[in-house]
């Protein structure tokens, strides 16, 4: 079992950056794939990028390419998500994810992901 808990979201101006944390508890987050997902109001939450758990294979949405790096740290049970060059359209709810499973990564799958964590709040102003 695993707890995540997200941290780095606010208010930013278009064009702007922040860098989401996601804190995991446990001994073993070195075995999870991870993800971040967003949901913007009144749309469904979507897949934004995603890392294994070696940290050397990192997946992107469409829209997250170019402006979004996600990174992990192992020693600190954390990842991150950098986002740059925000847009008014990057606002919503960010969550992380953690994926236990060992077999094909289905990383923009939401049924992929054991675990999520309780999302935080970007909002990008024009």
């Known amino acids: 079992q695993v707890q995540l808990v997200e941290s780095g979201g606010g208010l930013v101006q278009a064009g702007g950056s922040l860098r989401l944390s996601c804190a995991a508890s446990?001994?073993?987050?070195?075995?999870?794939?991870m993800g971040w997902f967003r949901q913007a109001p009144g749309k469904e939450r979507e897949f934004v990028a995603a890392i294994r758990r070696s940290g050397t294979i990192r997946y992107y949405a469409d829209s997250a390419k170019g402006r979004f790096t996600i990174s992990r740290d192992n020693a600190k049970n954390t990842v991150y998500l950098q986002m740059n060059s925000l847009k008014p359209e990057d606002t919503g709810v960010y969550y992380c994810a953690a994926s236990s499973y060992t077999g094909t990564f289905y990383y923009d799958t939401q049924t992929t992901y054991d675990y999520w964590g309780q999302g935080t709040q970007v909002t990008v102003s024009s």
């Open positions: 446990g001994r073993t987050f070195s075995t999870y794939d």
